[in-house]
């Protein structure tokens, strides 16, 4: 069975889904990405694409394997990383005869309401020239200090927000994991899936925790925040594996795939 009445679509895929356990780019998936991407928009459907990956992809570029210590030396690398990562989108997209366009925002952007207003009119206009809009956080000027609370939490809680905004019909989640499950299976190999998710309980919470990989951030903690953010603007979210980026297709022809937070 279709998901009904799904036409605006925002797909969130995280660093775990980007990046190799060895460091280096995962091509494959960015390229089923781009496939997949494509196809939907050429289908008719409005595709918004939240990329984490700046950070990854500057490592991987820098032949370095870990994040540096300095917050300035992590916002340069960030802004080296985003301008390849957005080289390997653009070329890939290109394939499947798709422009893409980047969008780099910080909190503040989307809390004031005159900015908000451009950011919405920009994805408008892209939308309907059918240009996939690709979003991250701008990381080389996000700062969370004093009264300057410009960072997101997380990519999760930007993608969340920018779906609400843009009054997207679901947001999907791509991450290194099948599904929300009772507890963290990185830990528990007795973790069990969970498919359908109506509300963000206390014991949800719970049996949510951090990244457990070297370059992801927020782990299932901020997945379920936007599950929050999703659901209380009565809209849905999909939590699936990003590894093979068809099953976006799945969750679109509503098969049983990943976790479903729908009210
Ligand atoms: N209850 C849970 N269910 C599933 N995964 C969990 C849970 N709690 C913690 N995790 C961890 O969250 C990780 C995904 O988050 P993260 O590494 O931030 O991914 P991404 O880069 O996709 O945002 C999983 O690999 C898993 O180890
Ligand atoms: N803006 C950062 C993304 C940080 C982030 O939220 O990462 P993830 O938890 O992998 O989605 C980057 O591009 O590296």
């Given at each position: ?13 995280g ?56 917050i ?113 299976p990185?830990?528990?190999p ?52 990003g ?21």
């Open positions: 069975m279709m998901l009904e009445n799904v036409k605006r679509v925002v797909v969130k895929i660093t775990s889904s980007l990046i190799l356990p060895n460091g280096r780019t995962n091509l494959k998936t960015i390229d089923s990405l781009a496939f997949v991407l494509a196809t939907l928009n050429n289908q008719g459907y409005e595709v918004t694409l939240v990329s984490s990956g700046a950070m990854g992809v500057g490592l991987a570029s820098e032949g370095l394997t870990q994040r540096p210590h300095e300035a030396d992590q916002q340069a690398l960030a802004s080296v990383g985003q301008t390849e990562l957005m080289r390997i989108y653009s070329q890939r997209f290109l394939n499947y005869q798709t422009k893409v366009a980047q969008l780099l925002l910080t909190r503040d952007v989307l809390h004031f309401p005159v900015s908000r207003q451009h950011v919405l009119n920009t994805l408008g206009v892209l939308l309907k020239d059918h240009v996939i809009p690709i979003i991250n956080e701008n990381d080389s000027v996000a700062v969370d200090e004093l009264d300057h609370h410009t960072t997101f939490s997380d990519n999760d809680e930007l993608s969340a927000l920018v779906s609400t905004r843009m009054g997207a019909d679901l947001l999907i989640v791509l991450s290194d994991i099948d599904a929300f499950y009772d507890k963290d990185h830990k528990y007795d973790a069990q899936p969970i498919r359908h998710i109506k509300e963000v309980t206390p014991e949800l919470e719970k049996a949510a925790s951090g990244s457990s990989t070297r370059f992801g951030t927020g782990g299932m903690v901020t997945k379920l925040h936007a599950a929050t953010t999703m659901m209380k603007a009565n809209k849905k979210m999909v939590l699936c594996n590894k093979d980026p068809r099953v976006i297709f799945k969750v679109l022809n509503g098969d049983p795939v990943g976790t479903r937070f729908s009210k």
